[in-house]
DNA sequence: CCTACCGATCGGTAGG
DNA sequence: CCTACCGATCGGTAGG
């Protein structure tokens, strides 16, 4: 998406001034679903927040349903292309873990809004989308807990149910939307630095 | 809750009718809060479900956010016991912990519904509710926080934020809430270890 | 426990 | 981008 506008910036010097109206739209909406849910965000708050009749935005986006859809499709395609990455390094599995528990940390801070509304709004999609969201989730999972697998059988790691492990590592990250809204007393990179340390190693000595 | 009754059906027979009636509504209620969240859930979806008509419920419950705000109360007040209760035990402070962890796991997977409700819709108690709940969480965090920080002390738990350590549990407890839906292939008992396992001993050998 | 109904609000459209 | 408005649905009440 970023990148997108970065191209057309430079190639057209008007071209992106539509996209850059739906673009806020659909960025206060993701800010608004997060802290409101998105069934109990109607599109008057929104119009309110953009500063914009309601009827206004019907210009920018077609339907609720779809920025609901865009920022999901965006989020989820990060996420994928980052696990790719991943699986064809050659790091160990450890190393691997590490870097997808490296990842989503940095994903909860840095997309805060989009991140939180994709693993806690999911199931409001359209019947369609959900089946498809609900279908990529679960290969993720399933390519997650391959490589703790394969860790496992490399004696890199103990052994454990991989979709125990993949399961706390995705949640734990998750937990993290409840420490952003407190107040950055805890800098982005200690707490990445100690997520690792307690997924990867426990509390004991 | 189940004490209460258990007491009143000894006393007196008759007593509990009235009260099984609103216990059923909430319990359907949390059923459905869940799966689709408090704000879509209509009282018109809650009364088809119980199987009378949308008014007929308020003859039992004064209105939804009283519903949410009973299947919030009662589940804070059982994780309070709890805690209460390993605070003042003679364990070490990892036993606590893991006590801790075996306790939450288990409302997840035996209370399911309305540990899932709390942890997922408190947002949407009413404004003097919903102070109330957040102070009792902070509370509570802060009070799992002083027994890692004591741990850490005593030289049971590596030095780690117990803020972290705090969060990843509950969270990772909290994406059980996901495994409970692909049904039981796991059984609970084997969840609990895992998660005992992997929360405090990690992924290395 | 029901029928009948209330005012408010919802997502979205027409037309300019 | 607005005003004006649509039908549908919301939580909840009156009265029996």
Redesign the interface.
């Known amino acids: 998406m970023y990148n997108h506008n970065f191209i057309a910036l430079r190639m057209n010097q008007t071209a992106p001034k539509v996209s850059n109206k739906k673009n806020r739209i659909i960025k206060i909406a993701a800010k608004l679903f997060r802290e409101?849910?998105y069934?109990?965000t109607s599109m008057r708050d929104l119009a309110e927040q953009v500063g914009v009749e309601a009827a206004s935005l019907y210009n920018h986006i077609n339907s609720k349903a779809q920025i609901l859809d865009e920022i999901i499709e965006k989020t989820v395609s990060q996420c994928t292309e980052n696990l790719e990455e991943i699986e064809s390094s050659n790091e160990s599995y450890?190393k691997k873990?590490e870097g997808l528990i490296r990842f989503h940390t940095r994903m909860m801070i840095f997309q805060f809004e989009e991140y939180s509304v994709m693993v806690?709004e999911w199931?409001?999609l359209e019947p369609k989308k959900l089946a498809n969201f609900a279908k990529q989730r679960k290969e993720y999972v399933r390519r997650m807990e391959t490589i703790?697998q394969q860790?496992i059988a490399a004696?890199?790691?103990?052994p454990?149910?991989p979709?125990?492990?993949v399961?706390?590592i995705?949640?734990?990250?998750?937990?993290?939307e409840?420490?952003h809204r407190s107040s950055k007393i805890?800098s982005a990179k200690?707490?990445e630095e100690?997520?690792v340390?307690?997924?990867?190693?426990?509390?004991?000595?």
């Open positions: 409101k849910g069934a109990a450890l873990i806690s199931m409001h703790v860790g004696g890199e790691i103990k454990l149910m979709y125990v492990v399961l706390n995705l949640s734990s990250v998750r937990g993290l409840f420490w805890h200690k707490i100690h997520m340390k307690h997924l990867l190693t426990g509390l004991t000595h």
